[in-house]
């Protein structure tokens, strides 16, 4: 019976991304290793690491039945044998094959995914491995040449024990075919070669008979990398026959080596002696093994008894051994042992689609946790009450929890920038370190989905157009070596994301400029604009300072998207620079965008609710205390000038003239910004549910949220709200 295996696609799909992914960075720590001239202790870990994973990623491939993928991972495999044996050398080219191998798999898998047809041609990438292999072939390493004066071939008999309740014991019956044949010839096979090409194994184990000059052990070694095997035995494989007697002399024996002729000398008239161990000359030199033993290999007819009959009649003989035991007697594996040490994983795969759904009920039941609130205050029962705290105790546990479930570490999507930064400068003719710091931190993942474009624009902008050439550098008195940081930060109940480079900056000149030319601000305008306001223009649709075109985006050809990205996920982005020092974007984003904290304001005879991620504090205005600057209100706040906007201005809503009210000072990024307002009520947990086609165009708001008593309610969302503040106007 053929198992299906379509039910375990997903996760091959996923474990081969997460296989690529560590294959990506650990090529680039080879690299670097190689550069910087490690010691070598370094360098064969991560060589070992590299074809751990290639393995299992061709073993994982063929189990699910993906020949072709299987193949490419094990040329790529076999390419990294060599570099560990040291039969090639690290270099540039052999780095740049090795990701060519990494993006055709991830193509592969891509279209295995989308369940299409692959389309690449493999041809060219082996002829490329095969012109490698040739060069070594002409010019061989160190290693190759030691490789060259290796011992004699030997014929061994290695059989191989599975776990015969293991439906893939023949898949892994056709890799350790695979392997033996890299390390030397497969002569035969039992069960018959076809079978075990097809996967077809019906017993529990499998003899191969090889011909290698690798060691008993080092073949062991090799098979037991195998996750389900359960034993190796090695003999020596005999021709038919062909008997193996090991011949003991007794160790005070005087004239060993003609003892040891004569008793040759016999066994040559029975039969043919086809091998013997030491070589003849050394046992003429009488250099035996251990002092006292020597085997010959006969080829003859006669029986076990004859021939000891005729060794033993030597004196100084002390034994005789045909078809030796082996030193250590290796047992029949014994699957229940196996069993018994098989452990349940405490991990459990769920679909993503199981835990939105989870968090769209917790959304629910936090709205409708509001709706009792209000009915027990209203009731003014102590009983209800109680009862009421205990529910909702147990209901924000149960909200965090799922909350939980759903963050993701941010290594998800930054380990697959080291290999996109490195690609990108080589490509650009720059040299580029990339530094992470960070990666660990978790959060939900829908903000991670959306988080990996954000930095994939801003990665490649700073490599495009922050990092000067080498040789600019150089002039400049800058390492020739540019430096990218990508730093994460947890801040309570956000996360703060930082994109640095030391390179040119940004000139706010040239965005004056540049504004002025195109027509986006009038020269008088550009004037009276701060620095923190021309800098916000990179941000405007279309709007660019670079000189030049290039495959990669311009500094702010872009950044528009970048910025409405962030928005949407109720985040903030701002920008600090210093011409020919570099630039640093900062982007700060809640941990989960499904169920946020809010703090419930009123103006007018409206309600709406404000992220409490972006307000910084709150301040009670006294009107008396604003001021005018450039026909716009201002207040001072511990000698920090800060715009003051009344949210009815800013939605249309009729503004009471009162002399004190309160303001939220909230973060827009670069700048603080207060907002006035008529009353705080309190902070609450909402639900954030989108407003729909008919609402989507609608700026100013990010969502709405019911509270308990049924109302609808309106999140602000501050930084559209604000979008004409940044530019200069509302």
Do not use: C, W
Request: glycine share 6%; proline share 3%; net charge negative.
């Amino acid at each position: 019976m053929v198992e299906d295996l379509s039910q375990y696609l997903e996760e091959f799909l996923a474990d081969a991304r997460e296989r690529i992914d560590n294959l990506n960075n650990a090529v680039l720590q080879l690299e670097e290793i190689a550069k910087r001239g490690a010691d070598e202790g370094e360098k064969r870990r991560i060589i070992d690491q590299i074809f751990r994973e290639a393995h299992t990623l061709k073993g994982t491939a063929a189990t699910m039945g993906f020949t072709e993928l299987s193949e490419v991972a094990h040329k790529m495999e076999n390419l990294f044998d060599d570099i560990r044996e040291g039969r090639i050398d690290i270099s540039n080219d052999i780095v740049d094959i090795v990701f060519e191998f990494l993006d055709v798999i991830s193509e592969m898998i891509n279209d295995i995914e989308k369940g299409r047809e692959h389309k690449i041609d493999l041809k060219s990438l082996y002829e490329k491995v095969d012109k490698i292999k040739e060069k070594v072939a002409l010019e061989p390493s160190s290693k190759t040449k030691q490789e060259n004066n290796l011992g004699e071939v030997r014929k061994y008999s290695v059989k191989v024990f599975f776990d015969k309740n293991n439906t893939m014991r023949g898949v892994r019956a056709f890799l350790i075919l695979s392997d033996l044949e890299e390390i030397g010839e497969v002569i035969e096979t039992i069960p018959e070669r076809k079978k075990i090409e097809e996967g077809k194994l019906e017993g529990d184990s499998v003899e191969y008979i090889v011909l290698s000059h690798k060691t008993p052990d080092e073949i062991k070694s090799m098979i037991k990398k195998h996750p389900e095997v359960l034993g190796v035995k090695i003999n020596e494989a005999l021709e038919a026959g062909v008997k193996r007697i090991e011949i003991y002399l007794q160790k005070e024996a005087p004239l060993k080596e003609a003892r040891s002729f004569l008793i040759m000398q016999d066994l040559e008239r029975i039969g043919e002696i086809v091998d013997i161990k030491p070589k003849k000359s050394e046992i003429e030199a009488g250099k035996l093994i251990d002092g006292n033993r020597f085997i010959v290999y006969l080829k003859t007819q006669e029986d076990e008894e004859t021939i000891k009959e005729i060794i033993t009649k030597h004196p100084d003989v002390e034994k005789v051994e045909l078809e030796k035991k082996e030193e250590k007697r290796q047992e029949e594996p014994n699957i229940q042992k196996f069993a018994d040490r098989i452990k349940i994983s405490k991990l459990v795969r769920i679909n993503v689609e199981h835990l939105d759904k989870l968090m769209d009920l917790v959304s629910e039941l936090v709205i409708n946790k509001g709706r009792l609130e209000q009915i027990a205050e209203s009731l003014e029962s102590k009983e209800l009450l109680e009862a009421l705290s205990t529910t909702s105790r147990l209901m924000s546990e149960l909200q965090e929890e799922i909350m939980t479930m759903r963050l993701i570490s941010l290594s998800e999507i930054f380990n697959k920038f080291p290999r996109m930064v490195r690609d990108l400068s080589k490509e650009m003719g720059k040299e580029v370190k990339l530094i992470m710091e960070g990666q660990d931190i978790e959060v939900d993942r829908a903000i991670l989905d959306k988080l990996s474009d954000i930095l994939v624009h801003l990665l490649r902008n700073a490599v495009d157009h922050g990092i000067e050439p080498p040789e600019e550098r150089e002039k400049l008195g800058k390492p020739r070596v540019g430096t990218i940081k990508l730093i994460a930060k947890r801040e309570k109940d956000r996360i703060e994301i930082v994109v640095m480079d030391d390179g040119r900056g940004i000139d706010p000149a040239k965005i004056k400029e540049k504004a002025i030319l195109r027509g986006l601000l009038t020269e008088s305008a550009a004037n009276s604009m701060s620095t923190e306001e021309l800098l916000n223009l990179i941000f405007m649709p279309g709007f660019s300072t670079a000189e030049r075109v290039s495959s990669v985006s311009g500094r702010g050809v872009g950044l528009d998207v970048v910025q409405e990205i962030v928005k949407s996920l109720n985040g903030s982005l701002s920008v600090r620079t210093e011409v020919g020092k570099g630039t640093s974007f900062i982007i700060r984003l809640p941990i989960s965008t499904a169920i946020i904290q809010a703090l419930l304001i009123q103006v007018a005879d409206e309600i709406y609710a404000v992220p409490i991620n972006n307000i910084l504090e709150s301040k009670e205005i006294v009107r008396d205390e604003i001021r005018t600057i450039g026909k716009k209100e201002v207040i001072v706040l511990r000698g920090e000038i800060i715009p003051l906007y009344m949210l009815h201005k800013l939605i249309g809503l009729s503004q009471n003239n009162k002399d004190r009210f309160p303001a939220i000072i909230v973060d827009l990024g670069s700048q603080k910004i207060a907002i006035g307002v008529d009353e705080l009520l309190h902070k609450k947990d909402i639900v954030i549910k989108p407003l729909g086609k008919l609402l989507s165009h609608v700026s100013g708001f990010s969502g709405a949220t019911i509270l308990g008593d049924g109302r609808v309610v309106l999140i602000i969302d501050i930084n559209s709200l604000l979008e004409g503040a940044k530019y200069g106007g509302v």
